[in-house]
């Protein structure tokens, strides 16, 4: 089956600098991963995904980039703010013989200092 | 559309009791997911479903725990009988592509078994 492992599992940053999280997936066949960010008290939400026939995606100040023959892949959140403060959770999706599995990350949990 | 809806929004138990979680997906997602969170086991995928007809349901722990769709529009997850070690935040999430797409959280039920 699929082990996906997420680092750090904690990070403090000043507000205005970058974060930098990533993830490690064990089986070559996944395809799918997708971040979601989930404030406290509240559900998990899609922030960015990424396909693997693509290697980098960008949305205004948060971007993922995949590396396939590594198999890991990372979210970089640029110019941080306080409300990027939650737990951002990783994740990988595998078609196997029995159907569709999905993996999620341990989780980061992120405070922006202001 | 209201999102996707949960009940209850917290359940107070005690061991032994069944236990019946409700979900409503958004309306026209053909795919629908059943998660546990726990500080120990992070976000677990336990069964999902595609056109009211269970796929995968490698996650559910154990005979104790059963999903059903009756319906396009309605999902149960029963704990029968309820332990302790079932406290968690059990989501709810739909889909209207799939796995590999953006999935829609609920707010979540808090269980606890006392």
């Known amino acids: 089956g699929e082990n996906v492992e997420q680092h750090p599992s904690t990070l403090s940053v000043q507000e205005g600098d970058s974060a930098v999280i990533k993830c490690t997936y064990s089986?070559?066949?996944?395809?799918?991963f997708p971040w979601y960010k989930q404030e406290l008290g509240k559900r998990p939400q899609l922030i960015i995904d990424?396909?693997?026939?693509?290697g980098e995606k960008k949305d205004q100040r948060i971007a993922v980039t995949l590396n396939k023959t590594a198999k890991h892949f990372s979210l970089h959140i640029t110019e941080t703010q306080p409300e990027d403060s939650a737990v951002y959770f990783c994740a990988a999706s595998i078609k196997g013989l029995s159907g569709n599995q999905f993996y999620f990350g341990t989780g980061t949990s992120l405070t922006v200092i202001p | 559309d209201a999102g996707v809806i949960q009940s209850p929004r917290h359940e107070v138990t005690e061991m032994g009791q069944e236990v019946t979680l409700r979900c409503k997906p958004i309306?026209?997602?053909?795919?629908l997911f059943w998660y546990r969170q726990t500080m120990m086991r992070g976000l677990e995928l336990l069964i999902y479903?595609?056109?009211?007809?269970?796929?995968?349901d490698s996650g559910m722990p154990e005979d104790r725990f059963s999903a059903k769709m009756p319906n396009a529009s309605f999902s149960t997850l029963k704990i029968q009988p309820s332990e302790p070690r079932d406290s968690a935040v059990y989501f709810c999430?739909?889909?209207?592509?799939?796995?590999?797409?953006?999935?829609?959280f609920g707010p979540g039920t808090r269980l606890t078994v006392t």
């Open positions: 089986d070559s066949a996944s395809n799918y």
């Open positions: 999430a739909s889909s209207s592509q799939g796995w590999a797409y953006e999935q829609y």
């Open positions: 479903f595609n056109n009211n007809v269970p796929i995968d």
């Open positions: 990424i396909r693997s026939n693509v």
């Open positions: 309306s026209g997602h053909d795919y």
